[in-house]
């Protein structure tokens, strides 16, 4: 029973992080219609980014929140600069957009920092928590951090004026336009908060997967795994999508023999799979109710 | 019926406009009051609801269209709005997944004076009391009507000087379609509100225009006030019925 909770609470902990990633594809997927599958990578970038400032002696809290702001200039910066043009631009274009920026920040991290893997600092500290070996101190850490970025992502959709008007350029950004909504920046602004959001996941994760130009690659899979579960088009079905990943990722791999720690991944990616054929919508994709 | 006609409000002239290669507007010439309503007639296909795009910037046009002073053509979408122009849009462009308070939020997008918005809001329900009762309803789940009263409302909340309204009677009950008239007759009396109406349905369109003219494959066939329109022997046969 011990173990049961504490793979539960361990579950919930890598979750959060696989949630993060959910939400911030969703976010971009939303906005326009294609899978940003450089996410990981950029985020494993804000990540050395912030392993750098530590490196130059930030202290570990304003490292975080500089890495988050860089993070945002950033995607905003991405979106302006290279996916702007492409609007208009087939699918094609666009997977040829998202290698390339894969590519760039796979082989730039490399190149500036080397593929030599680092140990990445935890504020929270790796000692369990209370001594009671059911949930380690940066585990929840982890968690903590991620339900209040959530909470506050969902205040700020909810109840701000900027919030309402992303949300109606992502939705119907004809009507949007007719009431003065500035479509295109409410794209960049949604770039630029999945980059940070992406960038606050890499970084809780780096002390647990460590960091390197590859840490990401197996996370992303796990985040895009929550968001078609969630249905790609709902951010809150992300979120919940992205935690249930974890929480299955980590029951079936201490109790189902033949999965074992190696064969995690496929889980993932039968997960994905499984849903696109028999509930292409998602679990939450389809709650919207809608008359003609 | 005659409104306080203190000057003309929009003046368009030698309007074209394409889809692609394709042109579907061939040189459009007419007027708003200020103050006043007018309506754009024509059978499916004639380029009613094209002229009300190309007014918004969100298809390729040229020639003129001067708000007051100032020329709308090249303009983006979001900076004719902000010039005071609100579009009701064919099929009401409505955010469906949003409650009917938060698609009335949306049209005061452009507005900072957020004391006179909430009170825009509260005005709006008292026009359509049926709104008030559902505003945190989600917009997807109302009828027709009330999606069309929704559209209304929410391009009121933008204060605008020009509402532009893409058949607002379609698909609606009759007894509905006189509602929302009645409605509109009000906001043009009360407010003082411009119009430039598109319909089918022509003849109650010319009840409330002062203005009307006849639209054919991109082309202005008829125009003069809307009493005289609706005289004509050709637009009688051709469009109201007789
Ligand atoms: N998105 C589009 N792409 C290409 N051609 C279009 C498009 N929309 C309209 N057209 C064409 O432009 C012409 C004018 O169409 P428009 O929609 O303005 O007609 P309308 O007068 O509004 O008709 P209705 O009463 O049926 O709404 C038609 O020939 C139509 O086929
Ligand atoms: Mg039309």
């Keep these: 029973m011990e173990l ?34 450089a996410q990981g990578e950029m985020a494993m970038f804000s990540t050395f980014i912030a392993w750098q400032l530590i490196e130059w002696g930030f202290p570990y809290w304003i490292a975080f929140f500089l890495t988050i702001a860089i993070s945002f200039v950033g995607g905003v910066v991405i979106e ?128 647990v997967v460590f960091l390197e130009p590859n840490m990401m690659l197996a996370i992303l899979i796990y985040g895009f795994a929550g968001a078609v579960v969630g249905g790609l088009i709902s951010p809150g079905g992300a979120v919940i999508g992205g935690f249930a ?8 791999g201490t109790y189902v023999p033949v999965v074992g720690q190696e064969m995690k991944l496929t889980i993932a990616l039968a997960l994905i799979v499984a849903v696109l054929m028999f509930k292409p919508t998602g679990l939450f994709g389809a709650r919207l109710v809608t008359r003609v | 019926m005659t409104g306080p006609m203190t000057g003309t409000l929009l003046e ?67 900076d004719i709005v902000r010039l005071g122009v609100a579009h009701v849009p064919q099929g009401r462009g409505t955010f469906t997944a949003m409650t009917v308070e938060e698609n009335l939020q949306l049209g005061a997008m452009t507005r900072r004076d957020m004391r006179a918005i909430a009170e825009d809001i509260e005005r709006a329900y008292a026009y359509f009391p049926r709104l008030a009762e559902r505003r945190r309803q989600q917009a997807g789940t109302l009828s027709g009507g009330e999606q069309q009263m929704l559209a209304i409302s929410r391009a009121m909340m933008l204060k605008p000087r020009l509402m532009l309204l893409d058949e607002p009677s379609f698909g609606l009950a009759p007894l509905i379609v006189e509602e929302l008239f009645s409605i509109l007759s009000r906001l043009k009396a009360e407010e003082n509100l411009s119009m430039l109406i598109v319909e089918q349905n022509a003849a109650l369109a010319l009840e409330i225009a002062d203005e009307a003219y006849l639209i054919e494959t991109g082309r202005m066939v008829m125009s003069g006030p809307a009493r005289d329109i609706g005289q004509d022997e050709n637009v009688r046969r051709a469009y109201l019925g007789y």
């Design chain 1, 4 to 37: 049961f909770a504490h793979q539960i609470l361990s579950g919930l902990a890598t979750g959060g992080i696989y949630a993060c990633m959910a939400l911030a594809i969703v976010m971009i997927y939303q906005a326009i219609h294609h899978l940003n599958f």
């Design chain 1, 80 to 207: 302006r600069t290279v996916f702007k043009p492409l609007h208009r631009a087939p699918v094609l274009a666009h997977i040829v957009a998202f290698i390339a920026l894969f590519a760039i920040f796979n082989s730039l991290a490399g190149f500036i920092w080397d593929f030599t893997i680092k140990s990445f600092p935890t504020p929270f500290g790796q000692q369990s928590l209370f001594g009671s070996g059911l949930i380690s101190a940066h585990d929840t850490g982890m968690i903590v951090v991620t339900l209040v970025l959530l909470g506050l992502l969902f205040l700020f959709f909810r109840h701000t004026r900027i919030g309402l008007a992303m949300r109606a350029a992502a939705s119907n950004p004809d009507s949007a336009r007719l009431v003065g909504v500035r479509v295109g920046w409410m794209i960049a602004l949604g770039w630029g908060m999945a980059a940070a959001i992406g960038a606050v996941a890499g970084m809780l994760i780096a002390p």
């Design chain 1, 245 to 252: 990943v974890g929480v299955v990722e980590n029951l079936a």
């Design chain 2, 12 to 78: 368009v002239s030698g309007l074209e406009a394409w889809y692609g290669r394709i042109q579907a507007l061939f040189g459009l010439d007419f007027t708003v009051a200020d103050g006043g309503v007018t309506t754009l007639l024509g059978a499916n296909g004639a380029g009613k609801t094209t002229t009300l795009r190309a007014l918004c910037g969100m298809i390729r046009s040229a020639g003129t269209a001067r708000l007051g002073g100032t020329d709308l053509t090249g303009r983006a979408t979001e």
